[in-house]
């Protein structure tokens, strides 16, 4: 459960994901920021600098973006963002624009100080090698314009000399092993019944667009047509002649299409974290999927026999084998040509990467237009090496004093859980008990990781950008096999610390929170409690309680898969999450466009206690001291200021739709008033009346953790 959104890692199945927060420039870009990071004291001749005058401000809190017009407790997003969000329109290259999108830029800034730094340096080593060799090559617009289609053509004729189910099943096993699996995730995953052991999974996969909604849903049409064109012109930059690629176009959607009736939704896979674990036997697996033997598979990738391993979503696998039975060898070559140059577009001459833009990022998301060169290879770095750009950024963005304070909130935090969970209602003892013993074993984890990891073995150069990302796709895959059938290493991160996120694992009960995403508005070292406590306090307090969500309360203190719920606890708890799952029914992101409580209601529910529980901790910490008052507001009006202000965010007209469709998050707007509008705090903070829509009537007012 990631605080907000981001791609998911194969190897992360149940890190679950947040808000999607990317965004450009302000109209403070430019601006010396008094919020960057003091640069790291080092003596070393050769020592990596930053220029703050080169960092976007950081968004946060100030009266002066309020809105009188509005009323605080019917409009409390408007009155607190609105403004702001008027005055600040999405980027033509961004497709949401908000506060995690102003920190992304910052992160952004800072990274290209640094890749520029150690691109420049001969002889460079270790990570500085990695990070200079991706972002000279990804530079070089020249170079990578004159290869074309060049580094392809011998992977491209790999797939023309296709002629059966076993020559294609023969493909997909040795493109897996170089970590380019067309059809589904394959990588080490926490035993749901033993989480100190990594165990072999396996996932459905294959698809282009967000969701399998996508391939049915009639209000989903055009996107439909879209894609069709968009895989035609993909097959005609490849080499297919027009009238071909039209007609292949239409096999490649047919082919998607029937993965699609086998797969699971978003919203099935969010609320139901049991689909992903299926343990099986090789042989089991090999009478599911026939024409895949797993016992071929696992030999090819040099993964020892094991005696058991998770295949996921069963019926996603038979299908795969049906397919490689029954469909052309011409058709599951036109798809497999297709997803390679696709995925690879990003990384080619310039006419793949506008196509590219073209689709999903004007058609599907609104984009404006497509991002200069260097935010599109400090994606690649982030997206490929980046605990190797990491370990570059906290030597000069991470001041000492953040971690400090950090470690005291998040304690603050953790003992108001505790006492929120042991003075529970509705909750019996003894399931209290195992809640409690849950809370005694959180683990968290701040700014960057105590161990890096060793990239020793990834091979980059000077020679071709799509060389070093196919490198390290290869690299990344075989790392990640190397830890199955080995005890999980409770040290490693599933974030770079240069990413704007945080995480929950359930498996290792640990909460997460990059560097990066530790700045206003979220947090301030040297701030004031109210800001502090509304704003990461409430990331921190999200994150434990996707502990007790609704798909992390299947989890024990250990991480292990298992109900230590009794039954009228668990009726209890079911009875308190549908009054959420309507509440977030009936917000309308969009007129007609409503939210979907079900799809959101995990995230839902860790913003619910993750408020609740900051508010108390910020009460806590502060009793006796007299309210600062500060810009005439109260301590407790500040903290629900600043919890609106880190849901500052604006969507073009697409992306709202993807969202809504497809995401596990609901839109940041109803996340603003969501949480807040449950709690009596804030109706007595801004002495708001009953019927007020920030205030809750009492049979429908959510009280869970």
């Known amino acids: 459960m990631t605080f907000n959104k981001t791609a998911k890692p194969a190897a992360l199945l149940l890190t679950l994901a947040i808000t999607a927060a990317l965004g450009a420039c302000s109209k403070d870009e430019g601006k010396a920021s008094a919020d960057a990071a003091k640069p790291a004291t080092v003596a070393a001749a050769d020592a990596l600098t930053l220029d703050e005058s080169k960092l976007l401000a950081a968004t946060r809190f100030t009266k002066d973006d309020l809105d009188p017009s509005k009323d605080v407790c019917t409009d409390f997003g408007g009155y607190v963002n609105g403004k ?55 530079m070089d617009e020249a170079k990578i314009n004159a290869q074309g289609i060049e580094p392809l053509k011998s992977r491209l004729a790999e797939i023309d000399a296709l002629s059966d189910k076993d020559t294609i099943a ?82 490649v959607m047919a082919f998607e299409t029937r993965l699609a009736k086998a797969s699971k939704s978003n919203e099935d896979m969010s609320r139901d974290v049991s689909l992903y674990y299926n343990p099986v036997s090789l042989a089991d697996a090999d009478k599911i999927s026939p024409n895949f033997p797993w016992t071929k598979f696992f030999e090819s990738q040099g993964v020892e026999a094991p005696k058991m391993f998770s295949l996921g979503i069963p019926g996603f696998h038979s299908e795969v084998s049906k397919m490689l039975a029954d469909v052309p060898a011409e058709q599951w070559k036109t798809y497999l040509r297709f997803r390679l140059v696709d995925a690879a577009s990003p990384y080619l ?57 950090m470690e005291e909130l998040v304690k603050n935090l953790s003992a108001s859980l505790k006492t929120r969970i042991e003075n529970l209602a509705w909750m019996s003892d003894e399931t209290k008990k195992k809640a409690l013993e849950k809370w005694s074993t959180f683990m968290p984890k701040i700014g960057y990781p105590d161990k890096w990891r060793d990239w020793n073995g990834l091979s980059t150069s000077r020679d071709s950008y799509i060389g070093n990302v196919l490198a390290a796709n290869e690299f990344n895959y075989k790392w990640q096999l190397g830890k199955i059938g080995k005890p999980v290493d409770r040290t490693e991160w ?79 708890f079911s009875s308190r999450t549908d009054k959420l799952i ?93 949480a807040p509008s449950n709690l009596p705090a804030f109706a007595t903070a801004f002495s708001c009346k009953a019927g007020s829509p920030m205030v809750r009537a009492q049979d429908q007012q959510v009280v869970i953790w």
């Open 84 to 138: 702001w969000l008027a005055a600040n329109p999405v980027p033509g290259d961004r497709s949401t624009w908000g506060s995690f999108s102003v920190l992304d830029e910052r992160s952004k800034a800072v990274q290209r100080q640094l890749a520029e730094q150690v691109a420049a340096r001969t002889g460079a080593t270790g990570v500085e090698k990695i990070v200079g060799d991706f972002y000279s090559t990804g």
């Open 170 to 251: 023969e493909y997909l096993r040795q493109t897996a092993l170089k970590g380019e699996n067309n059809l589904f995730g394959f990588g080490p995953q926490a035993d749901f019944k033993d989480s100190t052991m990594n165990i072999a999974s396996a996932f459905e996969g294959g698809l282009s667009l967000p969701d399998k909604v996508y391939y049915f849903d009639a209000d989903k049409a055009d996107k439909r047509k879209q894609f069709v064109g968009h895989v035609a012109k993909v097959l005609e930059l490849s080499g297919v002649p027009a009238a071909d690629a039209a007609k292949q176009a239409k096999d």
């Open 349 to 405: 001459s310039d006419a793949f990467v506008q196509q590219n833009y073209e689709f999903y990022g004007k058609q599907l998301y609104g984009q404006r237009e497509l991002k200069e060169r260097g935010k599109r290879t400090l994606d690649t770095i982030q997206n490929n090496v980046g605990e190797a750009m990491g370990q570059l950024y906290v030597k000069v963005a991470f001041p000492p004093e953040s971690k400090a304070r």
């Open 494 to 572: 599933g974030m770079p610390p240069q990413m704007v996120n945080a995480y929950y694992n359930p498996s290792l009960n640990e909460v997460v929170f990059p560097a990066a995403i530790l700045q206003p508005p979220f947090f301030d070292p040297k701030g004031d409690d109210a800001v502090n406590y509304g704003g990461i306090g409430a990331v921190i307090g999200h994150e434990m309680t996707h502990g007790y969500d609704d798909q992390g309360s299947r989890f024990d203190s250990k991480g292990n898969f298992s109900n230590w719920w009794t039954d009228a606890d668990a009726k209890g």
């Open 582 to 674: 309507q509440q977030f029914n009936d917000y309308e992101a969009a007129p007609g466009m409503k939210v979907n409580g079900k799809l959101t209601l995990g995230e839902n529910i860790a913003d619910l206690g993750g408020v609740a529980t900051a508010y108390d901790a910020m009460k806590k910490a502060t009793e006796g001291k007299p309210d600062p008052m500060i810009d005439g507001f109260t301590r407790d009006q500040r903290f629900f200021l600043n919890y609106a202000t880190i849901w500052r965010t604006s969507y073009t007209p697409e992306a709202l739709k993807v969202r809504v469709a497809s995401d596990e998050h609901a839109p940041a707007p109803q996340r603003a008033i969501g």
